[in-house]
């Protein structure tokens, strides 16, 4: 094989992108899952970039190196002249002058116009008088001539300057043979298609793995407000979980989170910092564009346990309860609710989060319960407290 058909870039950019499924398979294989899946990206785009590099620099120069052909040619008719001459010379007679050249030796003065041409025709020097051409000049110019007397036989050509343009600087080509060259051409593909395709597989691993990681906690990233149904169709979440020993988001961020998911929540604490640092309008999408009003019903009758309810139910707004007299009766009523809508079989379209950061501890027919209906009708329970 002929190391020749690439340059440098163009192994490196086979190297590159030969490395992406590796980390794929890291990332699969690692948890929790952190950004190695992203990696590929890097590696597809750089390798792109030095397969199209090599493709203009280095193959696009290769030529096929003709030169034995040529001396082949060359040699073929000199040899080819060489039995002509020898044939014609048997047919002449051998006689020669002394004011004869060496090519002389023909009697080509007996030979017809078809023998003079073919014989004519091996001939590689043509003397300088066919060559050239008469042009005529000041010098051929007759100085007793009228017009070169007065000066009308000198003509001027002047050329236009032109500044600023330069030529393309043509890099020479790179010889190779026939053989060769159809390989580097081959590889030339397929390393640009390789390196296309392994990119456009990256994009595509990285959304996929976006929507699997949206429901597990310690893995999901940037949350968007997208339907819920997208994420749970790939990692569909518990309708009951434990906030872990080592979470890697506090309480309040926790509920921003969900708030930039698009989806609502239903917050149970006894701290009044707590309670009031929640009830801030939470924006859904960066830069606190499209806000959430978190809102504690405490204090205001309007606001019942229906209400709060419906109002989840739609995904106009959050809640903050602060009293924990009032906790398990409004779970209560919501079971109520929600038997109901599972009987219609009706769903929310974003997730409803029940966060119990109480150190009263739910009874467990209570969480059983829950967890039924929540799987059923789009709620779920994350218990934030170490029982």
Known sequence: MNWGIFSLTGYLSAVLWACIPLFWIAHLLIRPRRWIGHVPIVLGVIALSLAMFNSKTHVARIKVDQSEAIEAQLAAGVLARQQAEAERAAATADISFAEDASGDRLDKAGLDNTDLAFIESFDQATPDWKQQKQQRTEDSADPDDLESLIGGGKVEKE????????????????????????????????????????????????????????????????PLPIPSAWANALTRRPALARRSDKPRRTMQEELEFISRRGEVFLYFTDDETAASAATTAMPRLPGGKWPIHVINPMGNSKLDDEFIFETLWFGRNSFVIDDPERALPLLEKF?????????????????????WDLPIEIPQPIQQRLEILGRATGYTLLICQVA
């Open 335 to 355: 079971m109520e609710l929600m038997i109901r809508r599972r009987e219609s079989r009706a769903h929310t379209r974003q997730t409803v989060h029940l966060l």
């Open 159 to 222: 050329g236009i300057e032109v500044k600023g343009i330069q030529e393309p600087v043509e890099l020479e080509p790179i010889l190779m043979s026939d053989e060769d060259k159809l390989t580097a051409d081959r590889m030339d593909r397929f390393n640009l298609n390789m390196a296309r395709l392994l990119l456009a597989a990256s994009l595509l691993f990285v959304v996929v793995d976006y929507f699997r990681r949206l429901n597990v906690e310690n893995e999901v990233y940037f």
